[in-house]
C-alpha cells in the first residue's frame, strides 16, 4: 500500500530564509503532486512533477522529484509572509494514476 | 472555463441521517474523485469514478457511496451518518489521459455531524 510521509510537519520560518520541504513515498511512482491550502480553503496545484528529475520552479518555490530515491523536495527561497500555508505532496499510484494518495502536509508559518 | 463547483457548500445533519453531496467537474473532464479531509486523518482517497464506472476506491465503509452521471457530475451518498464523519468533503476533477493528470479542486462541502 502506497504510503506518503512529510518532514517537517510544522515549520516556522523568518521571511529572507530558505527552507526544504521533504516528500518521502513508499513504492513506485512517477507522478507527483504539490499542492498548497490556505486555512479554510481548497487546495491549489503548485507542480506536478512526471519523471525522474523533473524540476520545476515558480516564483519562490522550487520543486523537484527523484523516483530512484522515492524522493520529492519543494525549497523555499526567500520566504514572504504570503506563503504561509499548508503544503500537501501527493503521489499517484502506478497501478493506476487517478488513484492519489495525500501526505500529512506541512503547515508552513512565515513570520515577518 | 468554469471550475469545479460543489454543492451545498455547508451541511449539517444528525447522526443516523444520510446526505448526499454533488460535484460538477470541470468541462470536458470526466474523472472525478473526492476525498475527505479531516484535522485527525488529513487528506483521505474516497474513491474516483471516470465515465460512470468507479475505477479506484479508499478504504471507507460502504455507507460511503457514490456515483456518476453521463454528464459526469458525480454525487457522494454517507448513510447512516455517524460523529466522525464530520469533515471537509473535497472533489477533484482531471481530463483523465491527459499527459499530467492534473486534478483540479472544488472548493468543498463543509460536512458537521452533531
Known amino acids: 500500500e502506497l504510503k506518503v510521509e512529510q518532514n517537517p510537519l510544522f515549520l516556522s520560518m523568518q521571511e529572507g530564509k530558505n527552507y526544504t520541504i521533504y516528500c518521502n513515498y513508499s513504492t513506485t511512482s512517477d507522478r507527483l503532486y504539490w499542492y498548497r491550502q490556505d486555512p479554510g480553503k481548497s487546495l491549489e496545484s503548485l507542480f506536478v512533477?512526471?519523471?525522474?528529475?523533473a524540476v520545476k520552479q515558480e516564483g519562490r518555490l522550487m520543486a523537484s522529484l527523484d523516483t530512484k530515491a522515492r524522493l520529492s523536495t519543494l525549497h523555499i527561497t526567500a520566504a514572504v509572509h504570503d506563503l504561509s500555508a499548508t503544503y500537501f505532496c501527493?503521489?499517484?499510484?502506478?497501478?493506476?494514476?487517478?488513484?492519489?494518495?495525500f501526505g500529512p502536509g506541512t503547515s508552513l508559518s512565515v513570520i515577518p | 472555463k468554469a471550475g469545479v463547483t460543489q454543492t451545498p457548500r455547508y451541511l449539517i445533519k444528525t447522526r443516523g441521517q444520510q446526505v448526499t453531496l454533488s460535484c460538477s467537474p470541470i468541462s470536458g473532464h470526466r474523472s472525478v474523485s473526492w476525498y475527505q479531509q479531516t484535522p485527525g486523518q488529513g487528506l483521505q482517497f474516497l474513491f474516483e469514478y471516470f465515465s460512470e464506472t468507479q475505477r479506484n476506491k479508499g478504504n471507507f465503509p460502504g455507507r460511503f457511496s457514490g456515483r456518476q452521471f453521463s454528464n459526469s457530475r458525480s454525487e457522494m451518498n454517507v448513510s447512516t451518518l455517524e460523529l466522525g464523519d464530520s469533515a471537509l468533503y473535497l472533489c477533484a476533477s482531471s481530463h483523465s489521459g491527459g499527459l499530467s493528470y492534473e486534478q483540479y479542486f472544488g472548493p468543498g462541502t463543509r460536512l458537521t455531524v452533531t
Open positions: 512533477l512526471l519523471s525522474n528529475g
Open positions: 501527493a503521489v499517484a499510484t502506478k497501478t493506476s494514476y487517478d488513484k492519489v494518495i
